[in-house]
């Protein structure tokens, strides 16, 4: 079975640090790209970064200079690490997997999903 199980998400006082993992599960994540997106309350889904299989990078406007994607695959996984949190980051945080390893701010580009981890700012 195909799967993708983000974790790292809790509650944060603004201006602190989560790292959220992205692990999968039934495939390998080398030949994918990778992107992570969050949906807030009444808002749409937002893309924030991917990474390719080549290690190629994109990320949000929002989020540049304060979030940093990479991949480790040999434990399978891709990590958002995320600095300089604002209560407008808060949201579910969901992490997606794309078979034709292009990366896209389009969350119909991308095959699988995982459920999601709730990130909370505020003091």
């Known amino acids: 079975q195909l799967q993708l199980v983000e974790s790292g998400g809790g509650l944060v006082q603004p201006g602190g640090s989560l790292r959220l993992p992205c692990a999968a599960s039934?495939?390998?994540?080398?030949?994918?790209?990778i992107g992570w997106f969050r949906q807030a309350p009444g808002k749409e889904r937002e893309a924030l970064a991917c990474?390719?299989?080549?290690?190629?990078?994109t990320y949000a406007v929002t989020v540049k200079g304060r979030f940093t994607i990479s991949r480790d695959n040999t434990k399978n996984t891709v990590y958002l690490q995320m600095n300089s949190l604002r209560p407008e980051d808060t949201a579910v945080y969901y992490c997606?997997?794309?078979?034709?390893?292009?990366?896209?701010?389009?969350?119909?580009?991308?095959?699988?999903w995982g459920q999601g981890t709730q990130v909370t700012v505020s003091s």
């Open positions: 990474i390719s299989s080549r290690t190629s990078i």
């Open positions: 039934g495939f390998t994540l080398d030949y994918y790209a």
């Open positions: 997606a997997a794309s078979k034709g390893n292009v990366c896209s701010r389009r969350a119909d580009f991308y095959d699988y």
